[in-house]
């Protein structure tokens, strides 16, 4: 065999090779780093969102009234970036639940149940509901009549997330982020970011 034949093959094995690269980048490694990238973006976003929350819990737990418009503004500039307005990406809710006891009342519907008695939403309320309920509430955020209101009583706090003594309360806050500039039409869609804590 001539130097002139081997070298033709070598040239076509080089070109087989090259193909072969093309598509396994196309089909293997391109999905990879889209799929590294939309986690690493959710990862930072993860992070704002639970800051997000922990500060809005906080200040809720603490006695801070965001149903005053000038606290929802400051909430809004901590968490700037996650677009939080009525038609943004994100939603916070902050609920405050207590366990009625005998000193709350003697002889009510609701004694020895766990109730909502305020819930403030901020955001988009349209993109999730809180785990616990969504009682009906005036403007400042409070559940009227919530010791015999019978859509006041949460289900789903008590026992199962934290066992409350009668009297206690305890301040929710939840916070969600909708990461839809990361969806992957056909391969990954409805992504976002969620975070609770309890204080």
């Known amino acids: 065999m001539s130097g002139q034949t081997r ?4 040239l076509r094995s080089r070109g087989t090779a090259i193909v072969e690269f093309v598509l396994a980048a196309a089909f293997i490694y391109t999905p990879l780093v889209l799929g590294t990238m939309v986690v690493g973006v959710n990862i930072i976003r993860s992070i704002q969102v639970t800051q997000v929350n922990r500060d809005a819990g906080h200040m809720f737990a603490r006695g801070v009234d965001f149903s005053a418009a000038t606290n929802r ?19 916070v809710i902050l609920t405050s639940i207590l366990k009625v006891g005998p000193t709350e009342c003697a002889s009510c519907l609701n004694l020895h149940k766990t109730v909502i008695t305020r819930q403030i939403r901020i955001g988009n309320t349209a993109l999730r509901a809180s785990a616990y309920g969504t009682p009906t509430v005036d403007g400042t955020g409070a559940v009227s009549n919530y010791l015999t209101n019978p859509l006041a009583v949460t289900t789903t706090f008590d026992p199962a997330v934290m066992t409350l003594g009668e009297g206690e309360i305890a ?24 975070a609770r804590g309890i204080f």
């Open 7 to 10: 070298n033709h093959k070598g």
């Open 73 to 91: 503004t400051m909430l809004t500039y901590i968490a700037s970036g996650l677009n939080l307005t009525a038609g943004g990406k994100s939603v």
């Open 171 to 194: 301040y929710v806050a939840e916070t969600y982020y909708r990461s839809s500039e990361l969806d992957l039409p056909g391969f990954m869609t409805g992504t976002g970011v969620f």
